[in-house]
């Protein structure tokens, strides 16, 4: 059974903090992962994608991969309220051709 | 000008009935899906189809019965309603299947709620 593992929060950082969330694989075989964000009664829509080991940077989102380790990071720097949501680490199988979501974490960010 | 839109938003029924939620995109993509998110908000796909053909069919019961007419829409058809069917159903799109760099595009949902 291919697994995503997030910790479900909920996380919650002041504003202006620096907000880390955490994604673990199962699968060695993945070969790419995105951050989706949910906010509350909505679709989740991307915020991130990353398919090599390393640092993506966009604006203020960060996210790392860690292939050895099958970990997967988001950052989001000065964090704002409306940052506020449940976030989605998603991690692609190219052998099915599936998109395994992980529980999702809610970050809370407080003013 | 929608990129992925469902109808009905909002599904009450009793148990038993049967229920149609329809998906359109016009994103003018190959690949579309439908996931299925319960009360713990996990998302878990359950179909999926590129250019009308099913290519994912995850372990659901049969009484969920897609349907492609063509590729910029895809239905989910639902027999016989129990309690545990109540969640939000979220259609998706992208332009491929088999890409690792394929963006998934998300409707905004339906919730069905079982009586």
């Known amino acids: 059974q291919k697994e995503v593992e997030q910790n479900s929060g909920p996380l919650s950082v002041p504003e202006g903090a620096i907000a880390s969330l955490n994604c673990t694989y199962s699968?060695?075989?993945?070969?790419?992962f995105f951050w989706y964000r949910q906010y509350s009664g909505k679709s989740p829509e991307l915020i991130m994608s990353?398919?090599?080991?390393g640092d993506k940077e966009d604006g203020r989102f960060t996210a790392q991969l860690n292939k050895a380790s099958q970990y997967v990071s988001l950052l989001i720097r000065d964090s704002q309220p409306s940052d506020s949501a449940t976030y989605l680490c998603?991690?692609?199988?190219?052998?099915?051709?599936?998109?395994?979501f992980g529980k999702g974490t809610l970050l809370t960010v407080n003013p | 000008d929608t990129a992925v839109s469902q109808t009905p938003k909002y599904l009450v029924t009793q148990m038993g009935n049967d229920k149609s939620i329809k998906c359109e995109q016009n994103?003018?993509?190959?690949?579309m899906y439908w996931y299925k998110q319960d009360s713990k908000k996990f998302l878990k796909i359950m179909f999926s189809?590129?250019?009308?053909?099913?290519?994912i069919n995850e372990t659901v019961p049969n009484r969920f019965s897609p349907k492609s007419p063509d590729k910029a829409h895809l239905n989910l058809h639902i027999n016989s309603l129990e309690l545990g069917d109540s969640a939000v159903y979220f259609c998706?799109?992208?332009?491929?299947?088999?890409?690792?760099?394929?963006?998934?595009?998300f409707g905004p949902g339906t919730r069905l709620l079982v009586l």
């Open positions: 994103l003018g993509h190959d690949t």
């Open positions: 998603a991690v692609f199988e190219g052998s099915n051709y599936k998109l395994t």
């Open positions: 990353i398919y090599s080991n």
């Open positions: 998706a799109s992208s332009q491929d299947s088999g890409l690792a760099e394929e963006t998934q595009y």
């Open positions: 699968d060695r075989g993945s070969q790419s």
């Open positions: 189809y590129n250019n009308k053909e099913l290519i």
